[in-house]
């Protein structure tokens, strides 16, 4: 079936950058999303791309797509400890539809 | 700010019981999806519902699994004969409207069910 796939750990030092890779198999796939889930809480969106563009930039985040290879990341410039959470990556082939996730990378923010 | 409240934040149960996970949706809003975690693994897609019938499911949505909006706030996800790999984190979800306009899916803090 189709798959979502991202690395599962990701360290890094406050105030650099993070970048979270996501790959996924499913070429019908018209939206990309990244989800953020804090202890205890849901999952919150991100920020979303679609699948006709190659970047989206949101404050500190930009999203890359590279729809040949399928390949979606995520770069949080300026890491802050309030990053630390676990980021999800998902897909689905239409604006209303189930969403299929990845794993989750957990982010860990040293200072 | 409006979000979608889940209860029981957690709920523990002999196996072969009966259980009844709810929802809360955003008010507004028109679509509503139930999705599971198991420890370790990743979130699941389980059923959507749209216009009080389900629109899909997932292979997991067998017949021990029902939903239902009963009364026009709650969303509900029964488990009929509960088994020892249902213990997951059940998380729902509501989104605005679909169809020709990308719609946020809004996610619940889960319900933890642990089937003993």
């Known amino acids: 079936g189709e798959d979502v796939e991202q690395s599962l750990f990701l360290s890094v030092r406050e105030g650099d950058s993070s970048v979270i890779n996501c790959t996924y198999t499913?070429?019908?796939?018209?939206?990309l999303y990244w989800y953020k889930q804090e202890p205890g809480a849901g999952l919150q969106l991100l920020t979303y791309?679609?699948?006709?563009?190659d970047m989206k930039q949101d404050q500190r985040l930009t999203v890359l797509l590279n729809k040949k290879d399928k390949h979606l990341s995520l770069r949080i410039a300026d890491t802050q400890t309030g990053d630390s959470a676990i980021y999800f990556c998902?897909?689905?082939?239409?604006?209303?539809?189930?969403?299929?996730f990845g794993a989750g990378t957990q982010v860990v923010v040293t200072p | 700010e409006p979000e979608v409240t889940q209860t029981p934040s957690h709920q523990v149960t002999q196996m072969g019981q009966e259980v009844i996970l709810r929802c809360v949706p955003i008010s507004n809003h028109l679509y509503f999806y139930w999705y599971r975690q198991i420890l370790g693994q990743k979130v699941e897609f389980l059923v959507s519902f749209y216009n009080n019938e389900i629109s899909e499911k997932s292979e997991i949505f067998d017949d021990q699994f029902s939903v239902e909006r009963p009364d026009g706030s709650n969303f509900t996800l029964k488990i009929r004969s509960t088994k020892l790999e249902d213990s997951a984190m059940y998380f729902c979800?509501?989104?605005?409207?679909?169809?020709?306009?990308?719609?946020?899916?809004?996610f619940g803090p889960g319900t933890r069910l642990t089937v003993l």
């Open positions: 979800a509501s989104s605005e409207q679909g169809e020709e306009v990308q719609s946020e899916q809004f």
């Open positions: 499913d070429s019908s796939s018209t939206y």
């Open positions: 791309i679609f699948s006709n563009m």
């Open positions: 998902a897909d689905s082939t239409d604006s209303w539809g189930k969403l299929q």
